[in-house]
């Protein structure tokens, strides 16, 4: 394996996909994630053993506040001191800046955000033609310093890169959960670290309105339980962001999702509202905005003009996902009004709405976003449309004319793994089909985190390390596509994350000290790794959201990927396709031989336990699967035949291990299930 | 053991030392740490399902605090939400506490901190001569609730306690490293969860001056390096520890570990001063301050008046230890100045600074605390003595009439595991042989870190949890002293300090992934798991101090005491000690072909990686330590004997593996080394 180590470090090559597929060993590769356009591993490195200086020239403040936290960054992820520039130190390593121009006052979605990366053993030079590009280039030497046999050094590389696609984002949802302010900078800092450059923050939904209003103070008041970002919080969110070339994107849903305009505001409802906020799914009456209401308009232009000018990105989020129809059909005002106004349905009126609505974001200065629904024939092309429905919706949007981002296969509440995520492809599906001019209005994506099932305690480990994929195939060519590649950098990167202040790793381990309580914490994780949250939208449809649920079972402090059930399906896979592999024979025997024997083990602690009672359903299913795993690989290793009885009831188990429960799912039966359809069967 | 589970929680008894010593499993004990005086554990449990009601009478304003913060950190060790009383909620539990007085303005060494604490199904109810016993009493809470059958719950118990000692210390030097000033806090967190009472600062030494000084600024203008507390901060500590029931001892550091005066006072010193800090050992001149210069006492005056004021306790620690009495001997001035003062050594000569020293603290309010060497027979008995060089030091002071603590025993820099700490105890040795008036005198102990080799990244991890083990030494009733009691509460103790905000494993995490780099953590953690630091001083004598050395090589990661290697050890003791105990046997078993099969795994990534190369030199040894052992345990089981030829090459290994290398030492051969003793050889 040191070989392919030497080779990737000392020998020029051009690492294109097909060698990535080809390696069997990810080990060698710098753990850069995006993986960029191109790069050439020359030999050498530099070494980070003395003092950076650093120089800059051409490029605005940004920079120098960078370089900063490039330094402290630096330090925190070697443990070494790279913090202060030091004018009497003879400093061998040599970082040089220079940025062809200065940045735009409002950061743009057509900035150019390419650098070129240059680094051998005198030094790295970083050219770009923006503060963004060079920023990005940071990112990437943070990436690449590694630990080398004399310390940390970076390797010598020429790095040309630019991203695929101009909008890279992240959609935090803070109305169904609320996250204090030094959460969403944390995540921007992750956002940076993997050169995404939008964060589109839900402002508003049935939970809670989350900004403070100085036009319409009721908002917050009556409508966010007191957990909202003031304007100076904002200012301050926005000016971090744009530190770290993030731009900030505000969303207030209208005219469904909107409980919160109407517990502030009842006359303003389509129908009687909710007097209170949504807490749970009993709650839903939930009626829209009405449309009809002048008043409306009214209040949507001093709000929305307000927010406009706390939020300096040129695009403005209106939402406008998800109207039940049902309340402007059974309202006589509005039907009267629909009449009057020759709107045949309730699409038509929310088209009528939705015009009235760009006319107002349009007089703010800003261009309107809005989720496929906005999309009608009627729509003014100005509007951007960010698609949840799917790639279909995406390529009607562009090859209408509009600018598209994509959002469905992004999900990420939805516990799917990286390697889901990581596959799905904005240029893919009907949008292959498209022209390149109807290509390009594919402006990019957005991974999303919606917040019914998220704290600030899971928060980071919702959205990390999966994230950190998705930024890959936003960023990185089309071709850069090798799912063990990526898990293999993606473990590398998370370690960083962790560097930047994110939990996901450390909050995950709390959790689970926690819900292992007094039981042998090693035996409750025999069975806990097994495990992982259920997908899509089973949660919802099994257990009826509560937003007063304290969120602290273990569906809460798993990640929605577990890594020991991907190793252990993983070597499965190797042991199947490779009998010469004794060592991942004997790893999968010493698994299977632990879960055979972890029930008994787990069982003493269970009826004093809560958390313990809500996976020991699991605990049988998975001592089974043990059992049925070494069959199987006696089997194998014998070369000997199953009956067709015994084959049968070692798919029973794999069916009972199948069912869901608690919420979770055991995620290491394909694994067996592969042991077990090996098996030889007597004829 | 679900038995011994259902044992503790529904049948009454009194837990006392006896059946702590006698019980198999401790896993129903309630994870308390300090053990309490005297707890009675009843059937039944409160609740804590609903949001908690508490009522509060006859404490003072902290108290409201303390309960603040008592629900705020509910809610974070069980995710669940305890933070506000809803006036109109209908709220089951109930707690309710009562004070018989206010606390004293300054928090006082004679303040009563007992409490009484009775929970059962309705409701808690603490009660407490003083506020401080309250806040005891809410920290025995949050220890006793746990994951019940249905849900967070709080044991019945009736629990009277009061500590054993007044004075219950942790010092940090933040001079050698600083820590910066939210880390202090965290600490004291910390503390007040275990029960210390006592933060003693060590602000000076010759490595820096960490206060602001208004009357001497160059203190810390040119002793800093720009790293100290202002005023405003040692403030801001000062009621942060007051309010956590936690005093603050400041001291500073004279007439020797004085660099950080004559740097910015060179004409203070006893011979031509170091022109900067102490960075690492070579730099080591540091003459002490000169006794015969008059405005040594001007200044010491100016300095300790300001800093009477700014700490408002009424003990102030002067240091006084290791004087290096060669340059006191080779100054003409000072050999004359003694003669005329009939000052017959070096001795004589801090006998009579001390003197002085003592007038001046006196003055300005305080009681003087030095370390032992300040003990001589012209000592004013108003004195304190802390002693660090050992149990006869402080019988010694004891009997001649001054108070005293002792830190010999508690030196937690060292490196010692957990046990080693928690048996030391402060009346043992000489002073078990004191006269009970004798012993009052020693009113506790304080555990020592000092910070040659500590930064913020790895502090938390050298001082927790291991100062909880200390913290029950000076609090619990001297019978308390299982030390497989103390490991499994201390295991859970240090879940709950987690969620105060340390970092003491998730900051190992991290430094750990951070030095397995591309290498596979598993691999590297198998072989890093059977490592310890060295003890005592053996790091400073085999390498170099360097106050600028990056802190991030395997010794500064791992634990003073390795988890799996304590676990592995006992695994033995129990295989050995009962045959009929196969679990035990097993784990060992795959524990040794672990490490058997480790070195070949990890040698592959040794060549490319810096810290790799820093502990491969164990792997081997490891790998043969799970050979020798499988050998002995074949033996064992198979009842068969080994030649004399074997058992002396499997000694040999042993040897092997007991060298220490990278300050680092296997923590695991006295496992194996009782496998091989355990060998049967022919005759």
């Known amino acids: 394996m040191n070989r392919f180590f030497l080779r990737s470090r000392f020998q020029t090559f051009i690492l294109l996909t097909p060698v990535l597929a080809a390696a069997t060993s990810f080990a060698e590769q710098p753990s850069l994630m995006p993986w960029p356009s191109q790069i050439d591993i020359k030999s050498g490195t530099m070494s980070l053993a003395h003092p950076l200086r650093v120089e800059i020239s051409g490029c605005d403040a940004r920079l120098v506040h960078a370089v900063d936290r490039f330094r402290a960054q630096l330090s925190l992820q070697t443990g070494d001191h790279y913090r202060h520039q030091d004018p009497e130190a003879n400093e061998n390593a040599v970082l040089t800046i220079h940025c062809s121009s200065q940045g735009l006052p409002v950061q743009s979605v057509s900035e150019d955000e390419s650098y070129a990366l240059e680094v051998d053993a005198g030094g790295a030079k970083l050219d770009a033609p923006t503060p963004l590009g060079a920023m990005h280039g940071l990112q990437t030497l943070l990436q690449l310093a590694e630990w080398g046999p004399g310390g940390w050094d970076i390797p010598a590389v020429r790095v040309q890169d630019t991203p695929r696609f101009a909008w890279r984002g992240l959609m935090i949802d803070v109305s169904r959960h609320f996250m204090p302010l030094d959460q969403l900078e944390r995540e921007i800092d992750g956002m940076a670290a993997v050169k995404l450059n939008v964060l589109h923050v839900h402002l508003s939904d049935d939970q809670g309105f989350r900004v403070e209003s100085k036009k319409a103070p009721k908002l917050q008041l009556l409508a966010s339980e007191g957990m909202f970002y003031t304007q100076d919080q904002i200012r301050e969110l926005v000016a971090f962001a744009r530190e770290r070339g993030v731009r900030i994107i505000p969303e207030f849903d209208v005219p469904g999702h909107s409980t919160c305009w109407t517990v502030a505001y009842p006359e303003l409802a389509s129908d009687t509202p909710s007097p209170r906020l949504v807490r749970n799914q009993t709650d839903q009456q939930l009626p829209p905005l009405d449309p009809t209401n002048e008043k409306v308009y009214k209040l949507l232009d001093d709000v929305f003009g307000e927010m406009a000018r706390l939020f300096p990105d040129a695009y403005f989020h209106i939402g406008g996902d998800e109207v039940d129809p049902k309340y402007w059909n059974k309202s006589e005002h509005i039907q009267a009004f629909m009449k009057t106004h020759d709107l045949k349905d309730a699409d038509a009126l929310q088209a009528m709405f939705n015009k009235r609505l760009l006319a107002i974001v349009t007089k703010h200065g800003k261009r309107m976003i809005g989720w496929d629904e906005i999309l009608v024939p009627e729509l003014p092309k100005e509007s951007m449309i960010q698609s949840w429905r799917g790639p279909k919706a995406l390529a009607v949007a ?281 098996e030889k069967l007597t004829r």
Chains 1, 2 share one sequence.
């Open 398 to 678: 562009a090859k209408q004319g509009f600018s598209t981002i994509l959002s469905a296969g992004y999900y990420i509440d939805l516990m799917y793994p990286a390697s889901y995520h990581y596959l799905v492809d904005p240029l893919a599906g009907d949008a292959a089909n498209l022209t390149p001019e109807e290509q390009k209005r594919i402006l990019g994506g957005e991974a999303a985190e919606w917040a019914e099932y998220i704290t600030p305690e899971n928060a980071d480990n919702r959205i990390w390390p999966r994230t950190a994929a998705v930024a890959e195939r936003y960023w990185s060519p089309a071709s850069v596509r090798d799912v063990d590649s990526m898990y293999a950098r993606l473990d590398r990167v998370s370690t960083e994350l962790e560097f930047f202040g994110l939990t996901h790793r450390s909050s995950q381990e709390r959790m689970l000290a926690r819900l292992a309580g007094s039981a042998p914490k090693d035996v409750v994780m025999v069975l806990a790794e097994t495990l992982e949250p259920v997908k899509e939208y089973e949660r919802g449809e099994t257990h009826e959201f509560d937003a007063d649920m304290p969120l602290n079972q273990f569906i809460d402090a798993l990640s929605p990927e577990s890594e020991a059930s991907r190793r252990f399906n993983r070597l499965v896979d190797r042991a199947l396709s490779n009998p010469q592999d004794l060592v991942a024979r004997r790893d999968v025997r010493r698994i299977l031989e632990r879960w055979r024997e972890n029930d008994a083990l787990l069982q003493p602690y269970v009826s004093a336990s809560w958390p313990l009672q809500s996976i020991v359903v699991f605990s049988t299913p998975v001592s089974q699967l043990g059992s049925v795993g070494l069959e199987a690989l006696d089997a194998m290793e014998d070369n000997v035949v199953v009956t067709a009885g015994e084959h049968a009831a070692h798919l029973d188990v794999l069916k009972t291990a199948e069912a869901h429960h608690s919420m979770l799912q055991i995620a290491v039966t394909p694994g067996v299930r592969k042991l077990v359809e090996a």
